[in-house]
Protein backbone atom coordinates (compact mmCIF):
# COMPACT_ATOMS: atom_id res chain seq x y z
CA UNK A 1 0.00 0.00 0.00
CA UNK A 2 2.54 2.18 1.19
CA UNK A 3 5.39 1.39 -1.40
CA UNK A 4 7.57 4.50 -2.52
CA UNK A 5 10.50 2.66 -4.37
CA UNK A 6 11.91 4.08 -6.85
CA UNK A 7 9.13 7.17 -6.03
CA UNK A 8 9.88 11.05 -6.79
CA UNK A 9 8.06 12.09 -3.73
CA UNK A 10 9.82 12.82 -0.66
CA UNK A 11 10.41 10.06 2.01
CA UNK A 12 7.92 9.43 4.96
CA UNK A 13 9.07 9.97 8.12
CA UNK A 14 7.82 6.58 10.17
CA UNK A 15 6.72 6.66 13.93
CA UNK A 16 6.02 3.16 15.16
CA UNK A 17 2.99 4.13 17.78
CA UNK A 18 0.62 6.62 18.97
CA UNK A 19 1.24 7.20 22.26
CA UNK A 20 2.60 10.51 23.74
CA UNK A 21 6.01 9.97 22.06
CA UNK A 22 4.90 9.34 18.78
CA UNK A 23 1.87 12.08 18.40
CA UNK A 24 5.01 14.67 19.62
CA UNK A 25 7.00 13.03 17.21
CA UNK A 26 4.82 13.50 14.56
CA UNK A 27 3.16 16.91 15.13
CA UNK A 28 6.97 18.28 15.56
CA UNK A 29 7.80 16.73 12.42
CA UNK A 30 5.22 17.75 10.15
CA UNK A 31 6.23 21.48 11.35
CA UNK A 32 9.64 20.85 10.50
CA UNK A 33 9.90 19.69 7.05
CA UNK A 34 7.34 19.05 4.16
CA UNK A 35 7.77 14.71 4.11
CA UNK A 36 4.76 12.90 4.69
CA UNK A 37 4.40 12.12 8.68
CA UNK A 38 3.09 8.33 8.87
CA UNK A 39 2.14 6.73 12.13
CA UNK A 40 1.87 3.01 12.80
CA UNK A 41 -0.24 1.80 15.42
CA UNK A 42 -0.70 -2.18 16.50
CA UNK A 43 -4.22 -1.17 18.88
CA UNK A 44 -7.25 -0.73 16.97
CA UNK A 45 -7.44 2.97 18.52
CA UNK A 46 -4.73 5.41 18.87
CA UNK A 47 -3.00 6.66 22.81
CA UNK A 48 -1.55 3.60 24.11
CA UNK A 49 -0.45 3.65 27.87
CA UNK A 50 -0.32 7.45 27.39
CA UNK A 51 -4.26 8.04 27.65
CA UNK A 52 -4.41 6.63 30.83
CA UNK A 53 -2.20 9.22 32.53
CA UNK A 54 -3.68 10.65 35.66
CA UNK A 55 -1.25 13.04 37.48
CA UNK A 56 0.48 14.77 35.19
CA UNK A 57 3.59 16.45 33.57
CA UNK A 58 6.10 18.09 35.23
CA UNK A 59 7.74 21.13 34.57
CA UNK A 60 10.29 23.66 36.20
CA UNK A 61 10.37 27.07 36.15
CA UNK A 62 6.59 27.19 34.53
CA UNK A 63 4.14 30.39 34.98
CA UNK A 64 1.68 27.87 37.00
CA UNK A 65 4.70 27.12 39.22
CA UNK A 66 3.24 30.38 41.88
CA UNK A 67 5.41 29.26 45.35
CA UNK A 68 8.50 28.21 43.37
CA UNK A 69 10.07 31.03 41.40
CA UNK A 70 13.37 29.62 40.02
CA UNK A 71 12.84 25.97 40.98
CA UNK A 72 16.72 24.67 39.44
CA UNK A 73 16.08 21.46 41.87
CA UNK A 74 14.45 19.32 39.43
CA UNK A 75 17.65 18.18 37.84
CA UNK A 76 18.84 17.15 41.16
CA UNK A 77 15.84 15.85 42.35
CA UNK A 78 15.96 13.12 38.94
CA UNK A 79 19.51 12.78 39.50
CA UNK A 80 18.95 11.50 43.54
CA UNK A 81 15.64 9.68 42.15
CA UNK A 82 17.95 7.40 39.81
CA UNK A 83 19.89 6.01 42.46
CA UNK A 84 22.46 3.43 42.16
CA UNK A 85 21.82 3.12 38.44
CA UNK A 86 23.45 7.22 38.14
CA UNK A 87 25.71 6.68 41.49
CA UNK A 88 27.17 3.38 41.01
CA UNK A 89 27.67 3.38 37.60
CA UNK A 90 30.29 1.19 35.73
CA UNK A 91 32.23 4.37 34.41
CA UNK A 92 32.30 8.09 34.89
CA UNK A 93 31.46 7.82 31.12
CA UNK A 94 28.33 6.14 31.62
CA UNK A 95 27.40 8.52 34.38
CA UNK A 96 28.57 11.12 32.04
CA UNK A 97 25.79 10.44 29.58
CA UNK A 98 23.04 9.88 31.81
CA UNK A 99 23.56 13.18 33.04
CA UNK A 100 23.28 14.68 29.76
CA UNK A 101 20.25 12.97 28.88
CA UNK A 102 18.68 14.60 32.95
CA UNK A 103 19.99 17.41 31.56
CA UNK A 104 18.23 17.21 28.08
CA UNK A 105 14.88 16.31 30.18
CA UNK A 106 14.73 18.70 32.77
CA UNK A 107 16.21 22.10 30.90
CA UNK A 108 13.57 21.49 28.14
CA UNK A 109 10.67 21.12 30.51
CA UNK A 110 9.82 24.33 30.77
CA UNK A 111 9.17 24.38 26.83
CA UNK A 112 7.68 21.14 26.67
CA UNK A 113 4.55 22.87 29.44
CA UNK A 114 5.03 25.84 26.81
CA UNK A 115 4.34 23.72 23.67
CA UNK A 116 1.39 22.21 25.38
CA UNK A 117 -0.76 24.72 26.61
CA UNK A 118 -0.10 26.52 23.20
CA UNK A 119 -2.03 23.63 21.63
CA UNK A 120 -4.58 25.09 23.84
CA UNK A 121 -3.93 22.29 26.71
CA UNK A 122 -4.92 23.36 30.61
CA UNK A 123 -1.70 22.44 32.59
CA UNK A 124 -2.75 24.89 35.08
CA UNK A 125 -2.77 23.13 38.32
CA UNK A 126 0.36 22.01 39.99
CA UNK A 127 0.66 19.45 42.27
CA UNK A 128 4.01 17.86 44.41
CA UNK A 129 4.26 13.93 43.80
CA UNK A 130 6.69 12.08 45.94
CA UNK A 131 10.76 12.50 45.10
CA UNK A 132 9.81 16.19 44.07
CA UNK A 133 11.40 18.91 46.88
CA UNK A 134 9.17 21.50 44.82
CA UNK A 135 5.22 21.27 43.33
CA UNK A 136 5.68 20.89 39.52
CA UNK A 137 3.70 18.53 38.37
CA UNK A 138 0.64 20.05 35.65
CA UNK A 139 -2.74 18.97 35.01
CA UNK A 140 -5.62 20.99 34.35
CA UNK A 141 -8.10 22.30 36.49
CA UNK A 142 -11.35 20.70 35.01
CA UNK A 143 -12.14 16.89 35.43
CA UNK A 144 -10.37 15.61 32.06
CA UNK A 145 -7.18 13.66 33.15
CA UNK A 146 -3.93 15.04 31.64
CA UNK A 147 -3.29 11.99 29.90
CA UNK A 148 -6.42 12.11 28.15
CA UNK A 149 -6.46 16.14 27.54
CA UNK A 150 -2.76 16.13 26.28
CA UNK A 151 -3.06 13.29 23.93
CA UNK A 152 -6.53 14.31 22.44
CA UNK A 153 -5.16 17.68 22.12
CA UNK A 154 -1.90 16.65 20.10
CA UNK A 155 -3.82 14.06 17.80
CA UNK A 156 -6.24 17.19 16.69
CA UNK A 157 -3.72 19.29 15.61
CA UNK A 158 -1.92 16.46 13.44
CA UNK A 159 -4.58 15.98 12.00
CA UNK A 160 -5.89 19.68 11.42
CA UNK A 161 -2.84 21.13 10.66
CA UNK A 162 -1.16 18.13 8.60
CA UNK A 163 -4.27 18.00 6.18
CA UNK A 164 -3.18 14.97 3.89
CA UNK A 165 0.70 14.81 4.83
CA UNK A 166 -0.55 13.18 8.19
CA UNK A 167 -1.54 9.26 8.00
CA UNK A 168 -3.03 7.58 11.17
CA UNK A 169 -2.57 3.79 10.35
CA UNK A 170 -4.21 2.00 13.30
CA UNK A 171 -4.33 -1.99 13.65
CA UNK A 172 -1.16 -2.84 11.94
CA UNK A 173 2.29 -3.88 13.57
CA UNK A 174 5.80 -3.01 12.72
CA UNK A 175 7.34 -6.13 12.73
CA UNK A 176 10.89 -5.89 11.59
CA UNK A 177 13.29 -2.80 10.90
CA UNK A 178 14.73 -2.89 6.95
CA UNK A 179 18.45 -2.12 7.04
CA UNK A 180 20.12 -0.19 3.78
CA UNK A 181 23.10 -3.16 4.19
CA UNK A 182 24.28 -6.32 4.92
CA UNK A 183 25.99 -5.49 8.13
CA UNK A 184 25.18 -4.29 11.49
CA UNK A 185 25.05 -0.31 11.87
CA UNK A 186 25.14 0.49 8.24
CA UNK A 187 21.43 2.40 9.23
CA UNK A 188 17.65 1.56 9.17
CA UNK A 189 15.74 2.57 5.66
CA UNK A 190 12.33 1.42 6.65
CA UNK A 191 9.89 -0.84 8.26
CA UNK A 192 7.85 -4.06 7.59
CA UNK A 193 4.75 -4.43 8.96
CA UNK A 194 1.68 -6.77 9.13
CA UNK A 195 -1.86 -4.90 8.18
CA UNK A 196 -4.70 -5.33 10.02
CA UNK A 197 -5.76 -7.70 7.27
CA UNK A 198 -2.63 -10.25 7.64
CA UNK A 199 -0.85 -8.72 4.65
CA UNK A 200 2.87 -8.09 5.05
CA UNK A 201 3.64 -4.54 3.39
CA UNK A 202 7.14 -2.37 4.02
CA UNK A 203 7.68 1.04 4.23
CA UNK A 204 10.34 3.02 3.48
CA UNK A 205 11.84 6.29 5.34
CA UNK A 206 13.60 7.06 8.65
CA UNK A 207 11.64 5.97 11.63
CA UNK A 208 11.10 7.10 15.05
CA UNK A 209 10.06 4.12 17.51
CA UNK A 210 8.11 5.18 20.13
CA UNK A 211 6.65 1.90 21.24
CA UNK A 212 6.54 2.21 25.13
CA UNK A 213 7.45 0.05 27.27
CA UNK A 214 7.13 -3.39 28.70
CA UNK A 215 5.23 -3.48 32.22
CA UNK A 216 2.15 -5.14 30.56
CA UNK A 217 4.24 -7.76 28.70
CA UNK A 218 3.78 -10.30 31.30
CA UNK A 219 4.72 -13.49 30.40
CA UNK A 220 7.31 -11.86 27.63
CA UNK A 221 9.74 -9.28 28.60
CA UNK A 222 8.16 -8.82 31.97
CA UNK A 223 9.44 -13.18 32.69
CA UNK A 224 12.73 -12.44 31.00
CA UNK A 225 13.88 -9.71 33.13
CA UNK A 226 12.14 -9.69 36.17
CA UNK A 227 10.49 -13.20 37.05
CA UNK A 228 10.33 -12.39 40.13
CA UNK A 229 7.95 -10.03 40.00
CA UNK A 230 5.51 -12.50 38.42
CA UNK A 231 1.97 -12.52 40.50
CA UNK A 232 1.98 -8.30 41.32
CA UNK A 233 -0.74 -6.66 39.19
CA UNK A 234 -0.41 -4.19 36.68
CA UNK A 235 -1.98 -0.84 35.26
CA UNK A 236 -0.69 -1.64 32.01
CA UNK A 237 -2.60 -2.71 28.88
CA UNK A 238 -1.78 -6.33 28.63
CA UNK A 239 0.57 -6.65 25.32
CA UNK A 240 4.27 -7.61 24.26
CA UNK A 241 6.91 -5.17 24.34
CA UNK A 242 8.96 -4.83 21.26
CA UNK A 243 12.94 -4.05 21.88
CA UNK A 244 13.67 -7.60 20.19
CA UNK A 245 12.72 -5.34 16.72
CA UNK A 246 15.86 -2.93 17.64
CA UNK A 247 18.11 -4.84 19.02
CA UNK A 248 17.64 -7.12 15.91
CA UNK A 249 19.65 -4.12 14.18
CA UNK A 250 22.26 -3.53 16.45
CA UNK A 251 20.05 -1.13 19.34
CA UNK A 252 21.60 -1.91 22.89
CA UNK A 253 19.74 -2.16 26.01
CA UNK A 254 19.98 -0.39 29.21
CA UNK A 255 18.49 -1.40 32.89
CA UNK A 256 15.87 -3.81 31.70
CA UNK A 257 15.66 -5.02 35.56
CA UNK A 258 14.30 -1.47 36.80
CA UNK A 259 10.93 -1.99 37.00
CA UNK A 260 8.82 0.78 38.65
CA UNK A 261 6.25 -0.61 41.06
CA UNK A 262 3.71 2.11 41.94
CA UNK A 263 2.54 1.28 45.28
CA UNK A 264 -0.85 2.37 45.04
CA UNK A 265 -3.54 0.34 42.57
CA UNK A 266 -6.89 0.71 43.51
CA UNK A 267 -8.12 -2.82 44.72
CA UNK A 268 -11.95 -3.05 43.48
CA UNK A 269 -14.30 -4.41 46.07
CA UNK A 270 -16.05 -6.10 43.14
CA UNK A 271 -13.37 -7.55 41.35
CA UNK A 272 -10.16 -8.13 43.76
CA UNK A 273 -8.52 -10.62 41.94
CA UNK A 274 -7.94 -8.66 38.55
CA UNK A 275 -4.67 -8.39 37.07
CA UNK A 276 -5.28 -5.31 35.58
CA UNK A 277 -6.03 -2.19 38.06
CA UNK A 278 -6.69 1.15 37.88
CA UNK A 279 -4.39 3.62 39.56
CA UNK A 280 -4.92 5.64 42.80
CA UNK A 281 -2.84 8.61 40.97
CA UNK A 282 0.24 9.94 42.90
CA UNK A 283 -1.82 13.11 43.16
CA UNK A 284 -4.33 11.61 45.73
CA UNK A 285 -1.31 11.76 48.02
CA UNK A 286 0.25 15.21 46.93
CA UNK A 287 -3.07 17.01 47.23
CA UNK A 288 -2.95 15.19 50.97
CA UNK A 289 -3.55 11.38 51.23
CA UNK A 290 -1.99 9.33 53.45
CA UNK A 291 -1.77 5.79 53.91
CA UNK A 292 -2.76 3.35 56.78
CA UNK A 293 -1.87 -0.31 57.36
CA UNK A 294 -4.56 -1.38 60.78
CA UNK A 295 -5.50 2.25 60.75
CA UNK A 296 -1.82 3.44 61.62
CA UNK A 297 0.67 5.45 59.41
CA UNK A 298 3.79 3.20 58.37
CA UNK A 299 5.40 5.52 55.72
CA UNK A 300 5.97 9.09 54.55
CA UNK A 301 4.00 9.17 51.94
CA UNK A 302 6.11 11.49 49.44
CA UNK A 303 9.32 9.56 49.45
CA UNK A 304 9.75 8.02 46.23
CA UNK A 305 7.53 5.51 44.48
CA UNK A 306 10.45 2.69 45.20
CA UNK A 307 10.76 3.77 48.68
CA UNK A 308 6.52 3.78 49.31
CA UNK A 309 6.18 0.34 47.50
CA UNK A 310 9.15 -1.22 49.68
CA UNK A 311 7.42 -0.22 52.87
CA UNK A 312 4.26 -1.37 51.69
CA UNK A 313 5.45 -4.81 50.60
CA UNK A 314 7.77 -5.03 53.96
CA UNK A 315 4.15 -5.54 55.43
CA UNK A 316 2.32 -8.36 55.65
CA UNK A 317 0.75 -10.10 52.42
CA UNK A 318 -3.06 -9.92 52.31
CA UNK A 319 -4.59 -13.23 51.40
CA UNK A 320 -3.85 -14.17 47.56
CA UNK A 321 -7.05 -13.44 45.45
CA UNK A 322 -6.58 -15.85 42.76
CA UNK A 323 -3.06 -16.15 41.20
CA UNK A 324 -2.08 -12.50 42.49
CA UNK A 325 -0.03 -11.24 45.27
CA UNK A 326 -1.47 -8.25 46.96
CA UNK A 327 -1.57 -6.21 49.97
CA UNK A 328 -4.49 -4.54 52.50
CA UNK A 329 -3.51 -0.74 52.87
CA UNK A 330 -6.16 1.69 53.14
CA UNK A 331 -5.45 5.33 51.15
CA UNK A 332 -7.27 8.12 52.99
CA UNK A 333 -8.04 11.46 51.88
CA UNK A 334 -9.60 13.70 54.42
CA UNK A 335 -11.81 16.33 53.00
CA UNK A 336 -9.56 19.09 51.88
CA UNK A 337 -7.57 16.55 50.31
CA UNK A 338 -10.63 15.04 48.78
CA UNK A 339 -11.95 18.75 47.64
CA UNK A 340 -8.30 19.25 45.86
CA UNK A 341 -8.64 16.07 44.06
CA UNK A 342 -12.34 16.07 43.39
CA UNK A 343 -12.56 15.34 39.65
CA UNK A 344 -10.49 12.34 40.02
CA UNK A 345 -11.96 11.36 43.20
CA UNK A 346 -15.76 11.66 42.14
CA UNK A 347 -14.65 9.08 39.38
CA UNK A 348 -13.26 6.58 41.76
CA UNK A 349 -16.24 6.91 43.90
CA UNK A 350 -18.56 6.22 41.04
CA UNK A 351 -16.06 3.45 39.93
CA UNK A 352 -16.15 1.87 43.59
CA UNK A 353 -12.72 2.10 44.28
CA UNK A 354 -13.42 4.67 47.03
CA UNK A 355 -15.76 5.30 49.41
CA UNK A 356 -17.12 8.52 51.02
CA UNK A 357 -18.00 7.87 54.72
CA UNK A 358 -18.09 10.02 58.16
CA UNK A 359 -15.47 10.42 60.52
CA UNK A 360 -17.26 9.01 63.22
CA UNK A 361 -17.64 5.79 61.27
CA UNK A 362 -13.44 5.02 61.43
CA UNK A 363 -12.44 2.80 63.64
CA UNK A 364 -10.94 3.87 66.89
CA UNK A 365 -7.23 3.09 65.63
CA UNK A 366 -7.54 4.98 63.00
CA UNK A 367 -9.19 8.14 64.52
CA UNK A 368 -6.51 8.52 66.66
CA UNK A 369 -4.19 8.68 64.13
CA UNK A 370 -6.23 11.27 62.18
CA UNK A 371 -5.83 13.55 65.57
CA UNK A 372 -2.17 12.95 65.91
CA UNK A 373 -1.34 13.66 62.23
CA UNK A 374 -3.18 17.08 61.90
CA UNK A 375 -1.24 18.25 65.08
CA UNK A 376 1.91 17.66 62.81
CA UNK A 377 0.44 19.13 59.79
CA UNK A 378 -1.06 22.14 61.56
CA UNK A 379 2.96 22.60 63.76
CA UNK A 380 1.58 23.50 66.81
CA UNK A 381 4.34 23.56 69.60
CA UNK A 382 6.61 22.51 67.39
CA UNK A 383 5.26 19.08 66.04
CA UNK A 384 6.64 17.68 63.29
CA UNK A 385 5.27 13.99 61.21
CA UNK A 386 7.02 11.18 62.76
CA UNK A 387 7.48 9.83 59.22
CA UNK A 388 9.55 12.88 57.95
CA UNK A 389 6.27 14.29 55.77
CA UNK A 390 6.89 17.67 55.32
CA UNK A 391 4.23 18.64 52.49
CA UNK A 392 0.62 18.15 53.32
CA UNK A 393 -1.04 18.93 50.35
CA UNK A 394 -4.87 20.24 51.37
CA UNK A 395 -4.90 18.67 54.57
CA UNK A 396 -7.58 20.48 56.43
CA UNK A 397 -8.97 18.15 59.15
CA UNK A 398 -8.47 18.45 62.71
CA UNK A 399 -6.32 21.77 62.15
CA UNK A 400 -8.65 24.31 63.11
CA UNK A 401 -10.71 21.77 65.82
CA UNK A 402 -12.14 18.02 65.64
CA UNK A 403 -15.11 17.44 63.35
CA UNK A 404 -16.60 14.04 64.19
CA UNK A 405 -18.90 14.78 61.22
CA UNK A 406 -16.44 15.62 58.47
CA UNK A 407 -16.43 13.23 55.51
CA UNK A 408 -13.16 11.30 54.32
CA UNK A 409 -12.76 9.22 51.08
CA UNK A 410 -11.10 5.68 51.77
CA UNK A 411 -10.21 2.88 49.24
CA UNK A 412 -7.93 -0.13 49.24
CA UNK A 413 -4.84 0.01 47.11
CA UNK A 414 -1.43 -2.75 46.24
CA UNK A 415 1.30 -1.91 44.67
CA UNK A 416 1.79 -2.36 41.01
CA UNK A 417 3.52 -3.18 37.80
CA UNK A 418 3.47 0.46 36.18
CA UNK A 419 6.52 1.13 34.24
CA UNK A 420 9.69 -0.17 32.44
CA UNK A 421 12.68 2.31 33.15
CA UNK A 422 14.85 0.42 30.99
CA UNK A 423 14.81 0.41 27.18
CA UNK A 424 17.28 0.86 24.35
CA UNK A 425 20.28 3.10 24.47
CA UNK A 426 20.04 6.91 22.69
CA UNK A 427 22.04 10.01 23.21
CA UNK A 428 20.59 13.69 23.68
CA UNK A 429 19.58 13.70 19.81
CA UNK A 430 17.16 10.66 20.15
CA UNK A 431 19.70 8.54 18.33
CA UNK A 432 18.98 4.95 18.81
CA UNK A 433 22.87 3.65 19.59
CA UNK A 434 24.86 0.68 18.70
CA UNK A 435 27.47 0.70 21.88
CA UNK A 436 26.80 1.18 25.04
CA UNK A 437 26.23 3.43 27.83
CA UNK A 438 29.83 5.07 28.67
CA UNK A 439 31.34 3.78 24.78
CA UNK A 440 32.07 6.23 22.19
CA UNK A 441 28.73 6.88 20.73
CA UNK A 442 27.37 5.10 17.56
CA UNK A 443 24.33 6.23 16.25
CA UNK A 444 22.19 3.93 14.05
CA UNK A 445 21.87 5.98 11.00
CA UNK A 446 17.99 6.11 10.39
CA UNK A 447 16.68 5.49 13.44
CA UNK A 448 15.19 7.61 16.59
CA UNK A 449 13.28 6.39 19.55
CA UNK A 450 11.34 8.51 22.53
CA UNK A 451 9.30 7.53 25.58
CA UNK A 452 9.25 4.41 27.61
CA UNK A 453 10.49 1.99 24.98
CA UNK A 454 14.18 4.25 25.69
CA UNK A 455 16.14 3.29 28.61
CA UNK A 456 18.94 5.53 30.68
CA UNK A 457 17.16 8.88 31.62
CA UNK A 458 15.36 7.47 34.74
CA UNK A 459 17.99 4.93 36.41
CA UNK A 460 16.53 2.98 39.24
CA UNK A 461 13.56 5.24 39.33
CA UNK A 462 11.22 7.38 37.89
CA UNK A 463 9.80 10.88 39.41
CA UNK A 464 6.35 11.03 38.90
CA UNK A 465 4.83 12.87 36.22
CA UNK A 466 8.46 12.59 34.09
CA UNK A 467 7.30 10.08 31.52
CA UNK A 468 4.78 12.03 29.76
CA UNK A 469 7.74 14.75 30.18
CA UNK A 470 10.06 12.38 28.11
CA UNK A 471 7.61 11.97 25.81
CA UNK A 472 7.47 15.16 24.63
CA UNK A 473 10.71 16.27 24.96
CA UNK A 474 12.83 13.56 23.03
CA UNK A 475 9.54 12.91 21.01
CA UNK A 476 9.75 16.39 19.69
CA UNK A 477 13.62 15.70 19.22
CA UNK A 478 13.52 12.51 17.58
CA UNK A 479 10.17 14.40 15.21
CA UNK A 480 12.62 17.06 14.29
CA UNK A 481 15.86 15.07 13.14
CA UNK A 482 13.79 12.16 11.63
CA UNK A 483 12.62 15.26 9.37
CA UNK A 484 15.73 16.45 8.46
CA UNK A 485 16.94 13.48 7.51
CA UNK A 486 13.65 12.49 5.60
CA UNK A 487 14.42 15.88 3.44
CA UNK A 488 18.07 14.82 2.83
CA UNK A 489 16.81 11.19 1.94
CA UNK A 490 17.64 9.26 4.62
CA UNK A 491 19.55 5.71 4.44
CA UNK A 492 16.90 4.44 2.39
C1 LIG B 1 -2.45 4.24 34.55
C2 LIG B 1 -1.22 5.02 34.21
C3 LIG B 1 -1.08 6.31 34.69
C4 LIG B 1 0.08 7.07 34.40
N1 LIG B 1 0.17 8.36 34.85
C5 LIG B 1 1.26 9.10 34.49
C6 LIG B 1 1.35 10.47 34.85
O1 LIG B 1 0.43 11.04 35.44
N2 LIG B 1 2.47 11.16 34.49
C7 LIG B 1 3.50 10.58 33.79
O2 LIG B 1 4.49 11.26 33.49
N3 LIG B 1 3.42 9.27 33.43
C8 LIG B 1 2.33 8.53 33.74
N4 LIG B 1 2.25 7.22 33.35
C9 LIG B 1 3.31 6.67 32.50
C10 LIG B 1 3.11 7.20 31.10
O3 LIG B 1 1.74 7.31 30.79
C11 LIG B 1 3.77 6.30 30.07
O4 LIG B 1 5.03 5.92 30.46
C12 LIG B 1 3.91 7.05 28.76
O5 LIG B 1 2.66 7.59 28.40
C13 LIG B 1 4.45 6.17 27.67
O6 LIG B 1 4.26 6.84 26.45
P1 LIG B 1 4.84 6.24 25.13
O7 LIG B 1 4.40 7.14 24.04
O8 LIG B 1 6.27 5.94 25.29
O9 LIG B 1 4.10 4.81 25.00
P2 LIG B 1 2.54 4.48 24.93
O10 LIG B 1 1.70 5.63 25.28
O11 LIG B 1 2.32 3.23 25.67
O12 LIG B 1 2.34 4.24 23.36
C14 LIG B 1 3.02 3.22 22.69
C15 LIG B 1 2.15 2.79 21.50
O13 LIG B 1 2.92 1.97 20.63
C16 LIG B 1 2.09 0.95 20.12
N5 LIG B 1 2.95 -0.17 19.68
C17 LIG B 1 3.72 -0.97 20.47
N6 LIG B 1 4.39 -1.84 19.71
C18 LIG B 1 4.04 -1.60 18.41
C19 LIG B 1 4.40 -2.18 17.16
N7 LIG B 1 5.28 -3.18 17.09
N8 LIG B 1 3.84 -1.68 16.03
C20 LIG B 1 2.95 -0.65 16.07
N9 LIG B 1 2.57 -0.06 17.25
C21 LIG B 1 3.11 -0.53 18.39
C22 LIG B 1 1.20 0.59 21.30
O14 LIG B 1 0.03 -0.06 20.88
C23 LIG B 1 0.94 1.97 21.92
O15 LIG B 1 -0.22 2.56 21.41
C24 LIG B 1 1.10 6.47 33.63
C25 LIG B 1 0.95 5.17 33.13
C26 LIG B 1 -0.20 4.44 33.41
C27 LIG B 1 -0.33 3.05 32.87
Not at 5 to 25: D, E, M, T, Y
Not at 84 to 109: D, M, N, Y
Not at 431 to 460: C, F, K, M, N
Amino acid sequence: MFHNAHSPKPLPVIIVGSGLAGLSAAYTALHSGTSPVYILERAVKPGGNSFKASSGINGAPTPFQHAASGDGAFYDDTIRSAGRRLAGGPSSEARAQRERLIRVLTERSTRAIDFLTGLGVDLSVVTQLGGHSNARTHRGAGKTPPGVAIVSALLEKCKAEGGERFKLVTGCEVRKLLTSGEKENEGVAGVEYQTEGGEVETLKGPVVFATGGFAGDTHGLLARYRPDLSGLPSTNEPRPGCHDVLTAVGARLVDMESVQIHPTGFVDPQNPGARLKFLAAEMLRGEGGILLYKGKRFVNELETRERVSEAIMGLPEAEREGELRQWDVQLLLDPGAAKAAEGHVSFYVWKGLLKRVKVKDLDETTRQTLKDYAEAVSGKEGKVDGKGRRAFGHWSLGVEGWDDEAGVCVGRITPIVHFTMGGVVINEHAQVLSSDLGQDQRPIPGLWAAGEVTGGIHGDNRLGGSSLLECVVFGRISGEQAAADAARGGAA
